[in-house]
């Protein structure tokens, strides 16, 4: 198997070294309540400044990304550099091996190494629902197992996963996801309800309130709440006089 780029690992941190600001370090951090410290690089410029880091090396297959990916994530000192991995893994360079079934075991380490809302939404929405449109079959029995596992962060990535698939959704298998995490009193898997039931109401209204029928009761008030919060009103058709 073929190992990971170490030159490529390498420039990827002295990179966000270069573009560490202090002063944005610490509050990121607390913002984020992360152990792991930050360099104080926001998004916007680390994506512009690992953009000709990624280009510079090309990864010759699938087993070099993956093991790039997982060092770069592994090793991590800086939160930065995990978020660095992400982007790689997503890179559009590598879309065919992302979208490999055999990726969703990177995914799952992702997710459960992760272990807190940024890291796991990113992988759950930008990797795992590509992965799940492209092999819907065997993807979606995974993400159902993941929808009762004991990690609660499987359980939020099977919940909001489908989160931008729009008409590509699955409805049953996100019907599936949240009633299996409907009565769960944690935080992230009820915000993760809402949130999926609120995003699908963009596509599909009439699915989202026929959802919220049957299972408002069992549902918690913070999901009903977030489902609902741009939910059109019905259309109500009167008769003519």
């Not at 093991?67 to 660095?84: I, N, Q």
């Not at 992400?86 to 990177?106: G, I, K």
């Not at 995914?107 to 929405?125: F, K, N, Q, R, S």
């Not at 995974?142 to 909001?160: E, L, T």
Request: glycine share 4%; charged share 30%.
């Amino acid at each position: 198997m073929t190992g990971a780029s170490l030159p490529l690992v390498a420039d990827v941190r002295a990179t966000l070294a270069a573009a560490a600001d202090p002063v944005k370090a610490a509050p990121m951090q607390a913002y984020m309540k992360s152990a792991m410290p930050f360099r104080g690089v926001p998004k916007p410029a680390r994506v512009t400044a690992l953009r000709p880091v990624f280009r510079a090396y090309v990864l010759d297959d699938r087993e070099s990304w993956d093991a790039t990916v997982r060092l770069l994530w592994d090793s991590a000192e800086f939160r930065e550099e995990r978020y660095a991995a992400t982007d790689l893994a997503r890179h559009r360079s590598y879309d065919a091996w992302a979208t490999d079934v055999r990726s969703m075991d990177l995914d799952d380490h992702l997710v459960v190494t992760g272990a807190w809302w940024d890291h796991v939404d990113e992988v759950a929405i930008r990797l795992v629902g590509p992965l799940l449109r492209v092999h819907p079959i065997p993807i979606e029995r995974v993400v159902r197992r993941w929808s009762r596992d004991a990690d609660r962060w499987r359980r939020r990535a099977a919940v909001i996963c489908q989160i931008g698939s729009r008409d590509a959704t699955d409805t049953a298998v996100l019907a599936e996801c949240i009633v299996a995490n409907a009565d769960d009193p944690d935080f992230f898997l009820r915000k993760g309800i809402g949130w999926a039931l609120r995003e699908h109401a963009k596509s599909d209204p009439d699915w989202v309130r026929a959802f919220l029928g049957s299972y408002r009761a069992v549902l918690s008030p913070l999901s009903v709440r977030e489902a609902g919060r741009n939910l059109p009103a019905p259309t109500v058709h009167r008769p003519s006089e």
